[in-house]
């Protein structure tokens, strides 16, 4: 993923920026599921997209939207992924979500 958006023409932060929230996604992945995720990443004209899919539910609509009180644990990963790409759309449902991230080159 790295070389990819590298490749796409991602500045040196952006590219961190992007690993971190997939790295953030894939370790949501690997706690909360039992089967694992795919990744999957594409460019379109303006944009450089990366998919995780994998078989959980998330059940709050805003979850990633709000920041969590400062005296709950966890609960940061989606918020700070939607802080570092500039756009997040997550498909949700029993059994299967998907994120893709939108970072723009």
């Known amino acids: 993923?790295?070389?990819?958006?590298?490749?796409?023409?991602?500045t040196a932060d952006r590219?961190?920026?992007?690993t971190l929230a997939v790295s953030e996604l894939a370790a949501n992945t690997v706690e909360?599921?039992?089967?694992?995720?795919?990744?999957?990443v594409w460019t379109d004209g303006?944009?450089?997209?990366c998919q995780l899919t994998d078989t959980g539910h998330i059940t709050d609509p805003?979850?990633?939207?709000?920041?969590?009180?400062?005296?709950?644990?966890?609960?940061?990963?989606?918020?700070l992924?939607?802080?570092l790409?500039?756009?997040?759309r997550v498909h949700t449902g029993p059994g299967a979500t998907t994120f893709r991230l939108h970072m723009h080159r």
């Not at 303006?46 to 997209?49: A, D, Q, S």
């Not at 979850?63 to 009180?69: E, Y």
């Not at 005296?71 to 989606?78: A, E, T, Y």
């Open 32 to 40: 909360h599921t039992a089967a694992g995720g795919t990744l999957a």
């Open 46 to 49: 303006t944009r450089l997209i």
């Open 1 to 10: 993923m790295t070389a990819e958006a590298t490749a796409a023409g991602l």
């Open 85 to 88: 790409c500039d756009l997040v």
């Open 81 to 83: 992924v939607n802080q």
């Open 15 to 18: 590219v961190s920026d992007l």
């Open 62 to 79: 805003l979850a990633g939207r709000i920041p969590v009180p400062p005296q709950q644990p966890g609960g940061r990963g989606l918020v």
